[in-house]
Nanobody, 124 residues
């Protein structure tokens, strides 16, 4: 069983930055996928970014060039650095894990374990 806990959400203004963190209880093995997702009120949950065990990353078009996903293997922590934030980025942000996997993407269906979420609000 993998447990994840997000932190770092908050309220900021347009153009500001936030860094989200997600601590993972275990990777489950040497190959895994980690992803960040978000869900705004009244909207479906969508993928934001993913990173796999060798550091390969993918990003949704809406965040490319503004968000960066990274990980600290020793700390079992995955980060989402969010720059140039916009009101449309306001949402609950979730991290998720998929152990024993390669070829990661930010497709929701691929992920098995989810955190409880951290809220990001961006005002204009």
């Amino acid at each position: 069983q993998v447990q994840l806990m997000e932190s770092g959400g908050g309220s900021v203004q347009t153009g500001e930055s936030l860094r989200l963190s997600c601590t993972v209880s275990t990777y489950g093995g040497s190959n895994y996928c980690l992803g960040w997702f978000r869900q705004a009120p009244g909207k479906v949950r969508e993928g934001v970014a993913s990173i796999d065990s060798d550091g390969t990353t993918t990003y949704a078009d809406s965040v490319k060039g503004r968000f960066t996903i990274s990980q600290d293997y020793a700390k079992r922590t995955v980060y989402l650095q969010m720059n140039s934030l916009k009101p449309d980025d306001s949402a609950m942000y979730y991290c998720a894990a998929r152990p024993f996997a390669t070829g990661c993407s930010y497709s929701l269906a691929e992920y098995t374990y989810w955190g409880q979420g951290t809220k990001v609000s961006v005002s204009s």
